[in-house]
């Protein structure tokens, strides 16, 4: 395992290459700017897993592969500060609150959001899902065309805003906070990495959108103050939440944590789910592998659940190569605040240091053929992504996207309604479908067309496919060990629910192993448990008698 040292090394490592041609004032940014991953792609070909770029003044160190990653994910707050490296949020989350907020503030706010996205509350957002998608879905009629990114963007708004912000959100403000959230989205510009405050149109939209919600936000608060019956979704827990010392949130502490939230349940999730159709309409090979499975596992009329939507394992090795080739973030950044060592090398304070998921995630020696479109890599045989930190569409490390859990939830609930319904084709030449570059969160270049066309063969394939997915046989092993990376866990509470034996999660998200030795009985719920951690702290070892071995 390699990690950050963070004592001062014996001597002073080396400085990380850098790359050439950087302009005065400008730095390498023209060359950046015109395509982000491929320049980072002749980065590393050129440099290796560590080198240094600039933008306009800010100096960039680019860590990629396996290792790099695990050092930058799992170095401390103190020596690589997230906070600062995204200061690009501030205008849009509210000055003190998530990034600008002091650390010890930023981690109580973080924490108050969590129940949200935890096992229980989960179970219940399958069937707001699938009643969004069934809604959206209504007026099709037999056949026609959309523009799928659009499509996918409204979708991903009323479920991420049903599921985690409530009625009022949905229903009461659809149109207005749809608007609001756009001018949000837009402020999200690459310039605001550097000039977050320049006096543009995009950035006074985004000023006037944040100050319109946090008016809709304290109306919000003084109608649920007259209600008797509370909420249960992610709003009414800010509404509820205390400080350490007592104190509640304000309400522009509860509209910046409220955008965070909407941000990482729908900003990246829309392309993702764009993604995912394009490319098994590239393929109509993996479209059936995986319209047989959701037919064999659904039926006609099957209902769609938060344990069902476990048990389609091909859908969902599908989205991990989608992820793996169209992750939606460009870069993950932090700033050193002290001199950060990786190998031989030293990175000097006050510089900036980035993980990039769409070069690590091409890499040969780790992926084989990177450029392939192969959800096979994730199949019990290959398990492309098994070495840690390899793959890392969600990031890694404390830091890991809180909410993957449920964007992989809505994901996977979207398209077990969506593509037993309807078939899609292209409209375009499938190589024009490309990613747009040109923005932060990386999505299908727009418009993007695709035909949809009732499908009427869904009962007798349903009729005819024959569920293949076979559960793990192997005997159960004499003696295991439970192994929890405190680092790594969030505190979702997933594997108390998976094994209450084995694990609790108290309200402030800390985890205890109950049992060190548990009895062989228990090793089925510990391995679900490890297998559906969303942050894979959990690892379950265990051991093989001779005997077993030998008839092997």
């Known amino acids: 395992m390699t990690t950050?040292?963070?004592?001062?090394?014996?001597?002073?490592?080396?400085?990380?290459?850098?790359?050439?041609?950087?302009l005065p004032l400008l730095g390498n940014m023209l060359e950046f700017g015109k395509n982000p991953f491929s320049y980072m792609m002749?980065?590393?070909?050129?440099?290796?897993?560590?080198?240094?770029?600039?933008?306009?003044?800010?100096?960039?160190?680019?860590?990629?592969?396996?290792?790099?990653?695990?050092?930058f994910f799992?170095?401390?707050?103190?020596?690589?500060?997230?906070?600062?490296?995204?200061?690009?949020?501030?205008?849009?989350?509210?000055?003190?609150?998530?990034?600008?907020?002091?650390?010890?503030?930023?981690?109580?706010?973080?924490?108050?959001?969590?129940?949200?996205?935890?096992?229980?509350?989960?179970?219940?957002?399958?069937?707001?899902?699938?009643?969004?998608?069934?809604?959206?879905?209504?007026?099709?009629?037999?056949?026609?065309?959309?523009?799928?990114l659009e499509f996918m963007k409204e979708l991903t708004i009323y479920t991420s805003s049903h599921c985690l912000l409530g009625d009022e959100f949905r229903y009461e403000l659809n149109e207005e906070f749809a608007?609001?959230?756009?001018?949000?989205?837009?402020?999200?510009?690459?310039l605001a990495f550097v000039f977050p405050y320049l006096p543009l149109p995009v950035f006074r939209r985004r000023d006037k959108a944040r100050a319109r919600l946090q008016e809709l936000v304290t109306g919000i608060i003084a109608k649920r103050a007259q209600k008797t019956e509370k909420s249960e979704d992610a709003f009414q827990l800010l509404i509820d939440a205390k400080y350490d010392d007592g104190s509640g949130l304000s309400a522009h502490e509860?509209?910046?944590?409220?955008?965070?939230?909407?941000?990482?349940?729908?900003?990246?999730?829309?392309?993702?789910?764009?993604?995912?159709?394009?490319?098994?309409?590239?393929?109509?090979?993996?479209?059936?592998?995986?319209?047989?499975?959701?037919?064999?596992?659904?039926?006609?009329?099957?209902?769609?659940?938060?344990?069902?939507?476990?048990?389609?394992?091909?859908?969902?090795?599908?989205?991990?190569?989608?992820?793996?080739?169209h992750p939606p973030l460009i870069f993950l950044i932090r700033k050193v605040m002290q001199d950060f060592h990786f190998k031989d090398y030293t990175v000097k304070a006050g510089k900036y240091v980035c993980a990039s998921p769409r070069v690590s995630h091409r890499i040969p020696e780790v992926f084989p053929d990177p450029e392939k479109f192969d959800p096979d890599r994730y199949s019990e045989t290959r398990q492309e992504d098994a070495k840690p930190f390899s793959w890392?569409?969600?990031?890694?490390?404390?830091?890991?996207?809180?909410?993957?859990a449920f964007a992989m939830l809505q994901l996977k609930a979207i398209f077990s309604i969506l593509l037993r319904r309807y078939s899609f084709e292209l409209i375009d030449d499938k190589d024009t479908y490309q990613d747009d570059f040109t923005q932060m969160v990386v999505q299908p270049i727009s418009p993007c067309r695709v035909r949809y066309i009732k499908r009427t063969d869904l009962k007798a394939a349903a009729d005819k496919s024959t569920n293949t997915i076979v559960q793990d046989r192997k005997p159960p092993s004499p003696s295991f060990q439970i192994k929890?990376?405190?680092?790594?866990?969030?505190?979702?509470?997933?594997?108390?629910?998976?094994?209450?034996?084995?694990?609790?999660?108290?309200?402030?998200?800390?985890?205890?192993?109950?049992?060190?030795?548990?009895?062989?009985?228990?090793?089925?719920?510990?391995?679900?448990a490890e297998k559906y951690c969303p942050t894979k702290a959990i690892s379950v070892n265990s051991t093989e008698p001779n005997h077993l071995k030998d008839k092997e």
């Open 4 to 22: 950050t040292n963070t004592e001062k090394p014996d001597s002073p490592g080396k400085v990380p290459p850098k790359m050439p041609r950087a």
């Open 42 to 71: 002749e980065l590393r070909k050129t440099l290796g897993e560590i080198g240094e770029f600039r933008m306009f003044h800010q100096k960039m160190v680019l860590m990629t592969g396996p290792e790099a990653n695990e050092a």
């Open 74 to 148: 799992r170095a401390p707050d103190a020596q690589l500060d997230q906070s600062q490296a995204y200061k690009i949020m501030t205008p849009i989350f509210g000055k003190g609150v998530v990034f600008d907020a002091p650390p010890h503030k930023k981690d109580q706010q973080l924490k108050m959001l969590m129940p949200v996205l935890r096992d229980k509350p989960m179970r219940g957002y399958a069937q707001v899902i699938v009643q969004e998608v069934e809604q959206m879905i209504a007026g099709w009629g037999d056949t026609g065309e959309i523009d799928l």
């Open 179 to 190: 608007k609001i959230y756009h001018d949000l989205e837009k402020g999200v510009n690459p």
């Open 254 to 325: 509860i509209t910046g944590m409220l955008i965070g939230t909407i941000f990482a349940g729908h900003h990246t999730t829309a392309g993702t789910a764009a993604w995912t159709l394009l490319e098994l309409a590239r393929r109509p090979a993996y479209m059936v592998e995986v319209l047989n499975e959701l037919d064999a596992h659904f039926g006609v009329d099957g209902e769609v659940t938060f344990q069902s939507l476990r048990e389609i394992p091909i859908l969902e090795n599908v989205i991990k190569e989608v992820l793996r080739l």
């Open 392 to 404: 890392i569409a969600f990031g890694g490390g404390k830091h890991k996207c809180s909410g993957n």
């Open 484 to 528: 929890l990376d405190r680092e790594l866990c969030q505190g979702h509470a997933t594997c108390m629910t998976e094994a209450p034996e084995l694990f609790h999660v108290d309200d402030a998200g800390n985890v205890t192993v109950l049992q060190e030795n548990p009895s062989l009985d228990l090793l089925t719920k510990a391995r679900q």
